[in-house]
């Protein structure tokens, strides 16, 4: 079972109590981003609602998701690329040496 906390945060001048298992140093970054999104909102657009305003910080934070989701799949096939196209090269080097060794076996002392 996980360490579930009890946070409680102020968010858009209304008290809510947050749990899940984040330290309070994480809970409190989100929940000074999610006031300063807010904010921004109210000023870009004073006639929405709080739920409305809430609706589409819910909207922009999940097509971030999605696209953080998408980079990090592409940055994860870029990495495995990589790493068979080193684990091939490291081959290479190591038949092309072994082959060298045959061909030029080492002086015994």
């Known amino acids: 079972m996980s360490d ?6 102020m968010i858009d001048n209304r008290q809510y109590t ?3 298992d984040k330290s309070s140093q ?4 989100v ?13 870009i657009a004073p006639e929405l609602s709080v739920v409305d305003r809430s ?3 819910a909207v922009n934070a999940i097509s971030d998701q999605l696209s ?4 990090i799949i592409e940055l994860e096939e870029q990495l495995a690329a ?21 061909r030029f076996p080492r ?3």
């Not at 990589?82 to 045959?102: I, M, P």
């Open 18 to 20: 947050i749990v899940g």
């Open 55 to 57: 609706v589409l910080m």
């Open 82 to 102: 990589l790493t068979a196209e080193s684990n091939s090269q490291s081959t290479k080097k190591t038949n092309q040496t072994q082959g060298t060794q045959k």
């Open 107 to 109: 002086k015994l002392r």
């Open 4 to 9: 579930n906390k009890r946070f409680k945060a």
């Open 68 to 71: 953080k989701e998408q980079q």
């Open 31 to 43: 929940i000074e981003l999610v006031n300063q999104q807010l904010d921004q909102l109210k000023e």
């Open 26 to 29: 994480h809970m409190t970054a």
